[in-house]
């Protein structure tokens, strides 16, 4: 077994380290975030750091990086109060990628990466036409962590675009059914596949698939 | 097409609404988080929240609930300033789940749930025999999120235990031949299967697979 501690880690080749470091938490959640200036130009960039912060008030969490390339998007989200986050799909998860190059400011990744920007009545931030499940957020709580100059974003979920069919009885996204992909790492794509849905865990009771299977 | 607005969000039965907003982003990282007390009693517990916050410093953050349940984890780690995050695998994600009953404080997961604690030199937090990608991280910060009292605490990773032969050629761990699981949701459990690693993404260059496909 390897051990890699905390001096080697800092020793290891920079490009490797962001690599090796990035894929160390598993999968994670995959989504296009677009966002609007006042001006009317739209942006988007894949994300891979959203979290789950609370269902009520339904809270998500984001981490945006200091590089100037997303610079754009803090921006609109401070000046707009909103923004959407959109899940990727197999047909066109190499677009999504895509829209991580840096274009420079004032190009609409939407344009260059052949998105289609999609409205709701009221709500400024532009939603990704392509996705199946869609996600309208108006910005709650910004926080700037200073021991690395990221910002978390924290936002309430004030939109949910999906299809009927794409819901469980129990209220799950049925993320296999919507072939939502994931992210290990920069650049690895997945599709998961489903194992099973269990049951609420109890002291006692031996753990078991759910009654609710879908 | 559904469109599932604040007011209606805010009206859904409890569990539907926590099911139905606990898996809103997709595919979440999925890890068992292992600490200890000052007294030596070990904990681990399941948990879906980890997020990448940076490679240099390398932190990575997590989000704990208010509940009683996770207080103990939340105590070690302060007490402490350890704490271990450890991959799930098919062959006893049951078990993995399992650890998210109400046990009393004081009985440790590890025994109820069937895990072998391993542990390293000079670092207190009991890392997963079982897993084959373990993280040692030191505390580094805990920010009190007042909007829904949870708690995000961010940690900078000091160990990493895994197989060298599970870390791709770049630096990328290789969560396919390692077999991680995620999950979407509060109870849904899926294994992705790898679809493609794409290049890094330049302006004008149309995305492509990565030369370094493993």
Redesign the interface.
């Known amino acids: 077994?390897?051990?890699?501690?905390?001096e080697q880690?800092h020793e290891?080749e920079?490009?490797?380290?962001?690599?090796?470091?990035?894929?160390?938490?598993?999968?994670?959640?995959?989504?296009l975030l677009g966002t609007t200036s006042n001006d009317g130009i739209s942006n988007l960039c894949i994300i891979?750091?959203?979290?789950?912060?609370?269902?009520?008030?339904?809270?998500?969490?984001l981490?945006i990086?200091p590089e100037r390339e997303h610079n754009d998007t803090l921006r609109n989200i401070k000046s707009t109060g909103q923004y959407t986050?959109n899940?990727v799909l197999?047909e066109w998860?190499?677009?999504a990628?895509?829209?991580?190059?840096?274009?420079?400011s004032g190009v609409s990744e939407f344009d260059?990466c052949g998105f289609h920007k999609q409205y709701?009545k009221d709500f400024k931030a532009p939603f990704v036409g392509e996705s199946n499940?869609r996600?309208g957020l108006e910005l709650?709580?910004i926080?700037d962590?200073e021991?690395?100059g990221?910002t978390?974003v924290?936002g309430?979920?004030?939109?949910?675009?999906?299809?009927?069919d794409l819901?469980a009885a129990?209220?799950?996204?049925d993320?296999?059914k919507s072939k939502?992909?994931?992210v290990?790492?920069?650049?690895?794509?997945?599709?998961?596949?489903?194992?099973?849905?269990?049951?609420?865990?109890?002291?006692g009771?031996?753990?078991?698939l759910?009654s609710l299977q879908h």
């Open positions: 077994m390897l051990n890699i501690k905390s880690i290891l920079k490009q490797y380290r962001i690599s090796l470091i990035n894929s160390l938490i598993g999968f994670r959640s995959l989504n891979s750091s959203a979290f789950h912060l609370g269902a009520n008030p339904p809270l998500i969490g981490v990086r986050l899940n197999p998860y190499m677009q990628h895509q829209t991580s190059a840096s274009y420079p260059t709701v499940i996600i709650r709580e926080i962590i021991i690395n990221t978390i924290i309430e979920i004030m939109h949910i675009l999906t299809d009927d819901i129990d209220g799950t996204v993320h296999g939502t992909m994931t290990a790492g920069l650049d690895t794509y997945y599709l998961p596949q489903p194992v099973g849905q269990l049951a609420y865990a109890k002291p009771v031996a753990p078991h759910s």
